[in-house]
Every structure is written in C-alpha cells, then in structure tokens.
C-alpha cells in the first residue's frame, strides 16, 4: 500500500476514523482523448496528447468535502494541505 510505504498511514490510505476521507469515484466506462490545453497547470505539454483513455474521475472529495465533480471544480481555492510524513527519513 502506497501510503505505508511512504509513511503516511494511516492519516492517508485508509477508510476508518481519524483518517482524511479523500476518496476519488471513478466512472470506470467513461472514455476521452487526453487534451494538454485542457490542463490545470502552467504546462500545456503532454507526450500523450491525443491518447485515449477508458476511466474517468467523476468525482474528487478531499477531507469530507467534493472539491470536483464532473470535471468542474467545487468550492474555494486553497483546500489542499501539506502532508508530511510520519517519522521521516525515506520509504523501506
């Protein structure tokens, strides 16, 4: 599990009480074409422009809250927080 290898569990990596409750809902039948132009970020470059892809987000929630849903982003700016891990040092 990721999140043990990097330390992280169980605040991440886990369904269950004191954990964070960021889930992503996948639309496992829905497909699209990877578009750079589309991105949220400063770089429009992608060496998969053009792929086509099976599986989609549909839905982002992020400490209980839907922060994307159906491509479009919920709710204000700046809802992410750092996470660090526990302990330090590198993943085993």
């Known amino acids: 599990m990721p999140a043990k290898v990097w330390g992280l569990y169980p605040k991440k990596g886990a369904l269950q009480i004191g954990a964070d409750a960021d ?8 497909e699209d074409t990877i578009r750079g132009e589309r991105f949220r970020s400063k770089s429009k ?10 599986g989609q987000p549909v839905c982002t929630i992020v400490r209980g809250r839907v922060v994307m849903r ?11 927080q750092m996470v660090t891990r526990q302990g330090g040092g590198r993943p085993t």
Do not use: A, N, Q, S
């Open 23 to 30: 889930l992503v809902i996948v639309d496992l039948h829905r």
């Open 45 to 54: 470059i992608t060496p998969f422009e053009g792929m086509r892809t099976k």
């Open 70 to 80: 159906d491509g479009k982003l919920e709710g204000p700016p700046g809802w992410g």
